[in-house]
């Protein structure tokens, strides 16, 4: 059974934002307390940023709190709920956003990066679940759960091992999740979020890289975001739209998730070695 939200109202409902202070997050926070009348937690570890934001939002007469808050860290999203509860009550959407990017050949990635990736892309997720899922289906109201994946969680890429094993992990994830939740005939929505390329400072944040292959693969994904990624504010307006619907899939680029899905589907099912089209790989994030 699923879950449709297409008759949830936005208005006066609760969102809470991860990686709320930048990029994709940023642009789903203005939208949902902006245009869509939603109170919004900014939940984000960047805490300057996040202040700033949330100053500014404000000052538009939108309603919001800032939270510094670690993903990877399943104690501060603990509070982080407690303090969504104490401030606004009951959560209409939870969007586990925050993530990272780390480019490397696999074994030359130092091990604290390994872990740091996993740490906030995979149990920032799991952690945004167990802290706000619980509540959620207790409520019985209709509510969301969005989490990011990518157009990298369906398919592969070398240099970005990491990052697309931990896209992959969520969406495996976000599809048991939603298996659970129709086990529970709960009124939570669960979407699996994969966006394609959005302009936003996820590559050109990262540091340089002295192996020039490396090298290359950084400069080709922040030129490809650069010139063919659509802004934030139009994927915050998809995504909310898709959400709205109640959509399971949810996805920036409809075209290209349908084709990368169809080649992901079609190696599996032949059980081909792993291969990709070069041309195709640097459309990865
Ligand atoms: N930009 C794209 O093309 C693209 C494509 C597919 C998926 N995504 C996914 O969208 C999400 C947002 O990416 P973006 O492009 O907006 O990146 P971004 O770098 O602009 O924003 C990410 C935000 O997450 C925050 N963050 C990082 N670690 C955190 C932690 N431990 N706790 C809390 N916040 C933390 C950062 O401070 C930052 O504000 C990510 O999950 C990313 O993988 C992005």
Not at 7 to 30: F, H, K, M, P, Y
Not at 95 to 124: R, T, Y
Not at 251 to 277: C, F, G, V, W, Y
Request: charge should be negative; proline fraction near 4%; glycine fraction near 6%.
């Amino acid at each position: 059974m699923s879950v449709s939200a297409s008759n949830l109202s936005w208005q006066d409902g609760v969102a809470v934002i991860t990686g709320a202070a930048s990029g994709i997050g940023e642009a789903l926070a203005r939208h949902a307390a902006c245009e869509l009348g939603m109170k919004v937690v900014l939940a984000d570890i960047a805490e300057q940023p996040l202040q700033k934001l949330a100053a500014a939002l404000g000052k538009q007469g939108c309603e919001v709190l800032a939270v510094p808050t670690d993903v990877a860290n399943a104690a501060s999203m603990t509070a982080l709920a407690e303090t969504t509860r104490s401030h606004f009550g009951d959560v209409t959407l939870l969007v586990n956003n925050a993530g990272i990017e780390v480019l490397g050949f696999s074994w030359e990635i130092p091990a604290a990066q390994w872990d740091k990736i996993l740490s906030v892309n995979i149990h920032g997720v799991v952690n945004g679940v167990k802290a706000f899922a619980g509540a959620m289906v207790d409520t019985g109201k209709r509510c969301v759960i969005a989490n990011m994946s990518s157009i990298a969680g369906i398919s592969i890429a070398p240099i970005q091992a990491s990052y697309v094993m931990s896209k992959h992990a969520v969406l495996a994830f976000t599809e048991c999740l939603y298996l659970e939740m129709a086990m529970k005939s709960a009124a939570v929505q669960v979407s699996a979020v994969l966006p394609g390329p959005v302009k936003t400072n996820i590559f050109a944040t990262l540091k340089q890289y002295d192996d020039p292959i490396v090298a290359g693969h950084h400069q080709a994904m922040v030129e490809l975001l650069e010139s063919n990624g659509i802004t934030p504010q139009a994927a915050a307006r998809t995504i909310f739209e898709q959400l709205a619907s109640g959509q399971f899939w949810v996805s920036t680029h409809p075209e290209m998730t349908a084709m990368m899905a169809k080649q992901r589907a079609a190696n599996l099912s032949s059980l081909a070695k792993p291969s990709i089209d070069m041309d195709s790989a640097v459309n990865l994030d």
